[in-house]
């Protein structure tokens, strides 16, 4: 009986010891990555729509998309032009990181209805413009925790789903986005370009991958 009562506490403290082992190693590596996505001001806005064509036209030449300058530059003008229609729609945001107040990205989106041609079924999908986190902050989270406030932000507003387009060669954001589990559209896909999108609500309307940040 003796022996039977030493071998139990025995266990006991083993899986005490175990459990506290795994709570200290989830604080010590958890991430808690918290961020507020601040309105950017007439000034923030204008160099991140300048940020914004410059990347989109590099893309556009290194996916092959375009082979010109000039076409790219075109086509670059015309996404930046996007938010001329219905101007107070569009969310143009710079992310700050709550744990520091550094200013470490951007982020805009906007309803998908803005896009040109789109049907009726995209009628209540929001849209992912652009996303852009600042080299020296890359691989923390932020973009995540950014992507999650918006989602909640547009289901808040009554979109169902949020879409947006990556370039194949954009590993980095390919596996951002499939990590937040957006899925390929497979009528929107081609070697250089996909669409992807997520849905934000069931068709019960209740809450699909809501926010854990
Ligand atoms: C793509 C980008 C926005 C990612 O932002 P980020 O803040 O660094 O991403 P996060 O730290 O939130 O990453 C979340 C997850 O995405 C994936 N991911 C992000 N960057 C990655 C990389 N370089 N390689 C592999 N996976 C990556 C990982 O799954 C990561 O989770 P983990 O770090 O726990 O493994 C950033 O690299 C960037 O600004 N790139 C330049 C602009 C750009 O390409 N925009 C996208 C246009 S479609």
Redesign the pocket.
Known sequence: MKNFLKIFLFCISVTICLFLIKVTHMLLTSRAVVVKLLPASDKEEKDIFELFSD?YKTDLLVSGEFKDIQSATRSAKEGTDLRKKNPSEHRVYVIQDMKTNNKV?YLWWFPRSCLPNQVDSYKKFAHLGF???LEKY???????AAILLTEKESRDLGYVAMSLS?FQF????K??YE?LGYKVNDKKCNERKCEMIKELVDDDYRVVGAATY
């Open positions: 990347s990205g996303v852009y986190i890359r691989r923390s989270g932020f973009m995540k990556v954009n590993n980095p954001a596996a951002l990590s």
